[in-house]
């Protein structure tokens, strides 16, 4: 599994579809970290750009898992021994990709986006949230994936309906209906990051595991 | 290898694609699939691969390592062919696949991105990618189509050797190219029904045939005509006693 991982990578880095989702990530950080923030904000400002990055993490991710041919994806299927090990490569791959894009996020925000380290435990804390964004991401990205949408334009719409809804859920009182996004930002504003977070990630994890269930289920 | 009572269909309230089909695989089986466009099989071969399950009825038995060469290998990969079959066999687990290339002559093609590779030479890479790994059930979709003519000649014998090394061998096949071999299976699938043993299709190059004669050795002929000749011109042939029908109409 781990080759056919490496393989659907190489394939999104030799389409160079990769460049896509990377020069929106690079055009999202460069705006939302054009200044530093001032000192007391870091909190606040790394969970902005948690959330702000999903929506490019999903669109890499879907890009991600469309760029292999649907008849590859059969040979693969053959290849690594059954459909269940090649959807598992396809997330993984996802996945990583996503990481590897939410970590730049991350490593300019400490570089160019803060005017000082944050602590120890908040930098845990911001660490976590932003893979819990991978997830999120990948797990969006995968929904909207041709294989489950096929039509390219309902595709589209509905990552970026996904994550409007995402938004606009989480901000309401059914918060608890949806990763509730905005609810990690208001935490870290209000300060009640640390204290909150249990409650958000088990949920955030709870919404991810639910999609990506039926992204399989789709794809049995 | 079992098939018992296997139907599919592909969505709900369509028709069946396959119906009830039952069927046991061998080790050392060759099997020549045939059947009229969209009668199912393809589908079938998918079945056999494990890529669809079938809607009722289960297949068992199947063996741990397939091979499965489609009958259009898809070129839309941004690899050349050396690099494609290296990440082919490291999804195998290290499998050669040089021997292979070597063995289709796809040497000159190596370095040949997939996406200009003509469609016997994306051909080959599909079948290299299935053989590479000694599978134990060997799945051909329409295995000659558009191969050059020493590839074609090398393939019965590719099949064979699968088949003595005590795997399935199952090939879709309209050209007749396995049918040299001894103790071919005929397979064919006429209205979703699977049928063992039936009249094998005739060839897309045969256009007429004396079955009155069948210990003579045969020839087969092409005749271009008009297009407004052609109903007579089948119906004389049909009443003189020679199978006789139509393959292609051009200009």
Known sequence: MIALTAFRLAGYVRSHRVYQALLLTLAMLAILYGSRAPRGAEVSVLADGAVLIIPILAWAARSLLDTEPDLQRELSAVQVGGRGREVAAGLVAAFAACAVLSALGLGWALLLGVSQAPPTGVLITILLLHALATLTGTTLGALTSRAVLASPAVSIMALVLGFMAMLLLSASPLYWLTVPVIRWMRAANTGLLLDQLPQLAALSLLWCLIGLAVYVWRRR | ?251
């Open chain 2, 1 to 251: 290898m079992r098939l018992s009572k296997v139907t599919f269909r592909y969505r709900r309230r369509e028709p069946l694609i396959i119906r009830s089909a039952d069927a046991r695989l061998s080790p050392g089986d060759v099997i020549e699939l045939t059947g009229v466009n969209g009668a199912g099989k393809s589908t079938l071969l998918r079945l056999l691969a494990g890529l669809a399950r079938p809607t009722t009825g289960t297949i068992s038995g199947r063996p741990p390592v397939v091979g499965f060469a489609p009958d259009r290998f898809p070129v839309g990969q941004p690899f050349t062919v050396t690099a494609y079959l290296r990440h082919m066999s490291r999804v195998r687990g290290g499998a050669r696949w040089e021997p292979w290339a070597e063995r289709l002559t796809m040497g000159h093609l190596l370095t040949v991105p997939l996406g200009e590779l003509s469609k016997g030479s994306a051909h080959k890479v599909g079948l290299a990618q299935a053989l590479m790994a000694d599978p134990g059930l060997l799945i051909l979709d329409e295995p000659f189509a558009g191969l050059d003519a020493d590839t074609r000649e090398v393939l019965p014998s590719i099949a064979a050797e699968v088949a003595a090394g005590g795997g399935i061998v199952i090939a879709s096949d309209h050209q007749g190219g396995l049918r040299a071999l001894p103790a071919v299976r005929h397979w064919s699938v006429v209205d979703g029904h699977l049928k063992e043993g039936t009249a094998v299709e005739p060839t897309a190059e045969v256009a007429d045939r004396a079955p009155a004669v069948a210990a003579v050795p045969q020839v087969t002929v092409a005749v271009t005509l008009p297009v407004g000749e052609l109903q007579p011109f089948l119906a004389r042939m049909r009443g003189e006693g020679y199978q006789a029908r139509e393959i292609e109409e051009t200009g």
